[in-house]
């Protein structure tokens, strides 16, 4: 079932506004939580560290960009191409780490990615020229491309169904907690014998931890038994060399998949650019900020990226479940009108308290959004290259943004502030007026977009019969009004009725991915 283009456009504004379920009761996460068995947990977390260290390590060039700037004699803004070569290479590791993962596992992956971050890590802390500073965050971008499409879905795919929207809302503020963690660490280290080097040394030791930690633990469920269907379906088709071979099946996937998928590709391309774009156009020069323009000593400092970022940790908890109930699309929407309202209080203010009181909800506005976005690229994704769509999809959202932080530096040069000093610019300005643009940018892709909400995400889901992706559509019709009734009012049955087609004469078998209880029927 399909529809046309213009049936299309004309459920955007009808489909943004239906919510998906009149309960509250999926905003308690308690039961979600319950859900999970200690299995689920472990790779959870698993996910979630990595996750929390890749933005660690990232976030220790934009914390120390000044000393940096100090050290190598450069400018900041020679200091923020760093940040950008990051950004930019982080495509590169998408793919090479996204084919590893949906090749070979999910855990060759995590792993090759935590052992390049110690390396570079350490690496950068003997940099002694501008070149080599460029050549290691370059590389350590490539590595931390590969790791968050490993890291998610490490998290993420093997949840339960009711569990994941607020653990997807927990998952991507981990970006935060890391920036968090380099702040603090930096105030620890910044008056240090080797200041800003020690930071660096230090940030190897807990990607060398996960390193330990992942090894001891199997691959992910699903993608065994993804590969062990996707060979006995080969097997059957009398394909032997494509089934013994990883490398046949991924690359026959990929380019079917393209031919079916490219254009949600592209839309997820530029949802991820305007999504990424929020989160470094409102972040990266923000310690700036408070250093420069406000004048808040180092102290001051740390206190307010500390509350702002657990304004951003809020967000995302909070949102990921209110999304249950909303919908992705429109809990998206949500967070963008908010991040609007609050720009001029955020960037316009002079006062600590002000900055910190308005920073905390800007930022609980923006990661709220991203809060919800790894369930709803995951279930955008295709599952045999779920990896690679999604990692790919977001690192090309990256790459575009990539220059973020070097446009606003030197947009900021065009509006300086010389009675607060010879080199102080107006950076609140440039920051409120480049995030206007990007959260109207957001809205209209938001709008415009598709959603699978609750999609079934087991392995051989999209070979199942009875399911039914409808192209174009946010709706996967349930024909059972019993069922929905009974949905309603018992929350330890809830699964979505907006995905699946059903067949009414056909009892449903127990699967945990699913909710189902066994044996119910649909009648």
Not at 126 to 140: E, K, M, N, W
Request: charged share 15%.
């Amino acid at each position: 079932m399909t529809q046309s283009i213009g049936q299309y456009v004309r459920s955007r504004i009808p489909t943004l506004f239906k919510l998906q379920s009149k309960s509250l009761k999926p905003l308690n996460p308690i039961p979600a939580f319950r859900a999970m068995s200690r299995s689920d947990w472990n790779f959870f977390m698993m996910g979630y560290m990595a996750w929390t260290v890749d933005a660690f390590d990232f976030f220790c060039t934009s914390v120390t960009a000044t000393a940096v700037a100090k050290t190598l004699n450069r400018s900041v803004t020679d200091i923020t191409w760093g940040i950008t070569l990051v950004l930019m290479f982080r495509s590169l590791g998408a793919v090479i780490f996204g084919f590893i993962s949906d090749t070979y596992g999910r855990k060759p992956a995590y792993l090759i990615c935590c052992f390049l971050f110690c390396v570079f890590e350490i690496g950068t802390g003997f940099i002694q020229t501008y070149a080599q500073f460029l050549v290691l965050r370059g590389l350590f971008g490539m590595s931390m491309g590969g790791m968050y499409a490993a890291a998610a879905a490490t998290s993420l795919e093997n949840a339960p169904v009711q569990s994941r929207s607020v653990l997807s809302g927990i998952f991507l503020p981990g970006y935060n907690l890391g920036y968090i963690f380099a702040i603090i660490f930096f105030r620890a280290f910044e008056f240090t014998t080797h200041g800003w080097r020690a930071l660096f040394w230090f940030s190897a030791a807990p990607p060398a931890m996960l390193f330990v930690w992942r090894l001891f633990f199997p691959e992910s469920p699903f993608f065994i038994e993804h590969r062990r269907l996707e060979k006995e379906k080969l097997l059957n088709q009398g394909d032997s060399a494509k089934a013994n071979s990883p490398v046949k099946q991924f690359f026959g996937n990929l380019k079917n998949g393209v031919k079916k998928h490219w254009l949600l590709f592209v839309y997820l391309i530029f949802l991820m650019s305007g999504m990424n774009f929020s989160s470094h156009g409102s972040q990266d020069l923000f310690p700036t900020m408070l250093q420069k323009q406000i004048k808040l000593n180092p102290d001051q400092r740390t206190v307010t990226m500390v509350v702002v970022n657990l304004g951003a940790m809020c967000g995302g908890l909070i949102m990921g479940q209110v999304s249950e109930i909303t919908g992705r699309r429109l809990a998206l929407v949500i967070c963008c009108v908010i991040g609007s309202v609050l720009i001029y209080p955020t960037f316009f203010s002079d006062s600590q308290a002000q900055i910190m009181g308005a920073g905390f909800f800007m930022q609980a506005a923006v990661m709220g959004a991203w809060g919800i976005l790894p369930i709803h690229l995951i279930e955008l994704s295709p599952p045999e290259f779920r990896s690679l769509f999604s990692g790919l999809a977001y690192q090309l959202g990256n790459l575009v943004s990539s220059a973020s932080s070097t446009i606003e530096a030197d947009a900021t040069e065009q509006f300086p502030l010389p009675e607060k000093g010879p080199d102080v610019h107006d950076y609140g300005k440039v920051m409120a007026l480049f995030m206007t643009g990007v959260f109207i940018f957001l809205l209209i892709c938001v709008i415009v977009g598709p959603e699978y909400f609750h999609r079934d995400l087991s392995a051989g889901a999209e070979n199942d019969k009875d399911v039914v992706i409808i192209e174009g559509n946010d709706e996967l019709k349930n024909q059972s009004d019993t069922f929905n009734n009974e949905q309603e009012s018992n929350s330890d049955q809830y699964v979505s009725s907006e995905f699946l087609e059903i067949d009414q004469d056909k009892p449903i078998t127990h699967h945990r991915e699913h909710g189902y209880k066994k044996d119910d029927n649909i009648v």
